[in-house]
């Protein structure tokens, strides 16, 4: 169970112009002013916002795309830095366009958007060599874990339903003595 004053996220963050307005697999925009009738599980009717989409990708930069030789770079970058902001991470995937995590974090949207923010910086640097500029989209989704048959089902879902391709981390995967390092935050 979580610490006091933390709790459990299933963080799930993307990679520069993966996910732009208007994608056929459902979007919103902040605040909700402009949106689909669906989303990625029930996709909208083919064809509502296909102009912005179209528009988008045009005046976007190239999606980012992580090939698997950095996956593993991006993934041990932001297990680093939550371990060493003593952020308890249980499982991480990577994969071509996006990261999902399980991992105990401040009962505080506001500092939780500050720390992965942090993270991704953190783990950006350490592909700079591989990745040039900008790897992450703005933001994330910082889905609550309420209960243990979630936390279960966001474990199972991250380390098992991510794609033969996906780089993936279990805390059972983690050295004997546990220590990963600490950092300021």
Not at 99 to 117: C, F, K, T
Request: net charge positive; glycine share 10%; charged share 25%.
């Amino acid at each position: 169970m979580p610490v006091s004053g933390k709790k459990w996220r299933h963080v799930i963050i993307n990679t520069r112009s993966s996910w732009l307005h208007g994608d056929p697999r459902g979007f919103r925009s902040r605040g909700h002013r402009i949106h689909s009738s669906g989303d990625y599980k029930h996709r909208p009717p083919k064809g509502e916002h296909e102009g912005l989409h179209r528009y988008r990708r045009e005046h976007s930069r190239p999606e980012v795309r992580l090939n698997p030789d950095v996956r593993p770079l991006i993934g041990w970058g932001l297990i680093e830095y939550l371990h060493g902001c003593e952020h308890q991470v249980l499982v991480v995937a990577i994969t071509k366009v996006h990261a999902h995590l399980l991992a105990e974090l401040p009962d505080n949207i506001s500092r939780v958007r500050a720390i992965m923010g942090k993270a991704k910086q953190y783990a950006s640097r350490q592909v700079k060599a591989y990745l040039r500029g900008q790897v992450w989209a703005r933001g994330g989704t910082f889905k609550p874990v309420n209960t243990r048959q979630h936390h279960r089902s966001a474990y199972d879902y991250i380390l098992y339903d991510q794609g033969p391709n996906a780089w993936t981390w279990c805390f059972q995967d983690e050295s004997d003595d546990g220590q990963i390092g600490r950092r300021r935050c």
